[in-house]
């Protein structure tokens, strides 16, 4: 990954490169990965993120359609 800092300005460009690995998810990836977890609680996590998502995507479908 980089970032150009443009005209000195380096908060500008760490401003950049914190978007780009926002976007990316290594945050993410980082706050999961300070402790070690077991295979089942990962399966457990990530059906419940999918359970989540599916519910958004339920809950924009019936504002946009309407019923």
């Given at each position: 990954?980089?970032?150009s800092v443009r005209d000195n300005n380096v908060d500008q460009a760490?401003?950049?490169l914190?978007?780009?690995?926002?976007?990316e998810?290594?945050?993410?990836?980082m706050k999961l990965r300070r402790h070690?977890?077991?295979?089942s609680q990962r399966r457990k996590r990530e059906k419940a993120e999918a359970v989540?998502?599916?519910r958004k995507v339920m809950r924009k479908r019936l504002e946009?359609?309407?019923f």
């Open positions: 990954m980089e970032v760490l401003r950049a914190k978007k780009k690995l926002q976007r998810g290594v945050f993410r990836e070690f977890e077991k295979p989540r998502r599916y946009r359609e309407g």
